[in-house]
C-alpha cells in the first residue's frame, strides 16, 4: 500500500481504486497523536484501514517517532499487534 505523509493536512493518506483513506494526526516533538482514521465506505471490510495503519506506523518508526493512539480504531489494532507497543509514546 502506498501511503504518503501530507504533512499540509496533518494526515497519512492513500487512494485506492480512486477511493481515499486517511489517518489524522497532531504533531508533538518526536511524537504524532493519532486522531482520527478513515476509510471511504466502498472500501470497508476489505482490511484498507488495518493494512494504512501498518504502514503509518511503520513510517513513523522508521523516522523515530512514537505514537499516541487517540483513535479508537488504532488503539485496538496496536492491542492486537503487541509488536507496535514499543511504539507507544
Known amino acids: ?23 489524522e494526526y497532531e504533531v508533538k516533538p518526536n511524537v504524532l497523536v493519532l486522531t482520527h482514521t478513515e476509510v471511504d465506505k466502498r472500501l470497508a471490510g476489505k ?9 503509518v506506523l511503520l513510517q ?6 512514537k505514537a499516541i493512539p ?7 489494532y496496536i492491542d492486537k499487534h503487541p509488536e507496535w507497543k514499543s511504539i507507544l509514546a
Open 70 to 76: 487517540e483513535c479508537p480504531f488504532i488503539a485496538k
Open 60 to 65: 513513523m518508526e522508521l523516522r523515530g517517532l
Open 1 to 23: 500500500m502506498d501511503v504518503k505523509d501530507n504533512r499540509l493536512k496533518n494526515r497519512f493518506e492513500t487512494e485506492i481504486d480512486g477511493y481515499k483513506a486517511f489517518v
Open 47 to 55: 482490511g484498507v484501514g488495518s493494512e494504512m495503519i501498518e504502514a
